[in-house]
């Protein structure tokens, strides 16, 4: 039976009220999957009580602020990241020439402008707007949000930010301006995860491209009650150390 929900008005949020639960975000016969609610702030206070209830900020210019919590959650196990043979042969030889460093929030700002910049498939604009990109600037100041950036030769070629609470990251956004960039960063977090034991990287939206580098869907309740144990623990030091790579280099490689 088709739910009732859309016909429902959306919950407003007023800065400071607290988010609904987030079994009450239209379901999959709504319009719009896993929305919860409209309004509210994009302060840091307000974006780290969502992330810790499993709750996510996207909209595009001329909405107002929405909140979506999705099921199922798109989810990438570092363990079953897949470095496919290409890329394995990439990452071995740019490390082998010394051509490779992976760096964490040193350029914080330039790679989220840059995500911010890059086209999507399928989309005509972004969704980190002016509004987005300065309240997530305002998070990693606050050191909840990080960087991890490919530099190849000295210069950024590629690099993804996310958020870090306890033992559970999110990951955000990728950009790329050259082949594998924005991959080999995304090897470098989950290599990242799997020396520090963070079990899950939420990637939020269920995509080919992520399914394709080893991401699975799992379900809402699943996933929150997953992040109310990994918010329990220690949140790690964001360094790298090329040794991190061994976690992935020591698995056999994956076809492509």
Not at 112 to 138: F, H, K, N, S, V
Not at 236 to 242: C, G, I
Request: overall charge positive; proline content about 8%.
């Amino acid at each position: 039976m088709a739910s009732t929900r859309a016909s429902h008005a959306l919950p407003w949020l007023e800065p400071g009220d607290p988010f609904p639960p987030v079994a009450s975000a239209w379901g999959e016969h709504d319009p719009a999957p896993g929305l919860l609610a409209a309004g509210g702030v994009l302060d840091v206070p307000t974006l780290l009580s969502a992330y810790a209830k499993g709750i996510f900020p996207w909209f595009s210019a001329g909405q107002p602020v929405l909140w979506w919590s999705t099921d199922p959650r798109m989810v990438l196990r570092p363990g079953a990241f897949r470095l496919h043979r290409s890329l394995r042969k990439t990452l071995k030889g740019l490390l082998a020439a010394r051509r490779l460093e992976i760096r964490f929030n040193h350029s914080f700002e330039h790679v989220i402008r840059a995500c911010a910049e890059t086209p999507r498939d399928g989309q005509d604009g972004t969704w980190i707007l002016p509004a987005m990109l300065q309240a997530y600037i305002r998070l990693h100041r606050a050191g909840a949000a990080h960087s991890v950036e490919t530099w190849i030769d000295g210069d950024l070629v590629g690099g993804l930010y996310c958020i870090n609470l306890g033992q559970m990251v999110f990951g955000e956004s990728m950009f790329s301006r050259q082949p594998d960039a924005s991959k080999l960063a995304l090897a470098a977090l989950a290599s990242f995860c799997l020396h520090h034991r963070i079990e899950l990287i939420d990637c939020q939206q269920d995509t080919r491209h992520l399914r394709s580098l080893g991401a699975e869907t799992m379900p809402r309740r699943g996933f929150c009650q997953h992040l109310e144990q990994a918010l329990r623990k220690p949140t790690p030091a964001w360094d790298f150390d090329p040794v991190y790579w061994n976690h992935l280099l020591n698995k056999p490689s994956s076809s492509q």
